[in-house]
C-alpha cells in the first residue's frame, strides 16, 4: 500500500480507469459478438447496421487510446473478410 498521498490518489484514479476501460472492452466484445451473429445468420442489413455501429466505437476507443489503433484496423479487417 503506498504511504504517500499523491500516490494513494494516483492509485484510486487508475483503478478508476481500469474500470471505466473493462466496461467499455465489454461492450464492444458485446456488439462485435452481435455483428458475427448477424453474418452467420445471413442477414446482410442487420450486420451493416451493427457494423456501422461497432465502427465509431472502435474507432472512439482508439482514439482515447483504451485499444491500440492497429488492432482496431485488425477488427474491423475481420468484419469485412467474413462477409
Same mark, same amino acid.
Given at each position: 500500500?503506498?504511504?504517500?498521498?499523491?500516490s494513494?490518489?494516483?492509485?484510486? $484514479?487508475?483503478?478508476?480507469?481500469r474500470?471505466?476501460?473493462?466496461?467499455?472492452?465489454?461492450?464492444? @466484445?458485446?456488439? &462485435? %459478438? !452481435?455483428?458475427?451473429?448477424?453474418?452467420?445468420?445471413?442477414? $446482410?442489413?442487420?450486420?451493416?447496421k451493427?457494423?456501422?455501429?461497432?465502427?465509431?466505437?472502435?474507432d @472512439?476507443l482508439? &482514439? %482515447? !487510446?483504451?485499444?491500440?489503433?492497429?488492432?482496431v484496423?485488425?477488427?474491423?479487417?475481420?468484419?469485412?473478410?467474413?462477409?
Amino acid at each position: 500500500m503506498a504511504n504517500i498521498k499523491s500516490s494513494k490518489q494516483h492509485n484510486i $484514479k487508475s483503478q478508476r480507469k481500469r474500470c471505466y476501460n473493462t466496461s467499455r472492452k465489454s461492450m464492444l @466484445r458485446t456488439f &462485435m %459478438k !452481435k455483428v458475427f451473429l448477424a453474418i452467420t445468420l445471413k442477414k $446482410k442489413n442487420i450486420a451493416m447496421k451493427e457494423f456501422y455501429h461497432v465502427q465509431s466505437i472502435l474507432d @472512439r476507443l482508439a &482514439m %482515447k !487510446k483504451i485499444i491500440h489503433k492497429n488492432t482496431v484496423s485488425q477488427y474491423k479487417l475481420r468484419f469485412i473478410f467474413n462477409n
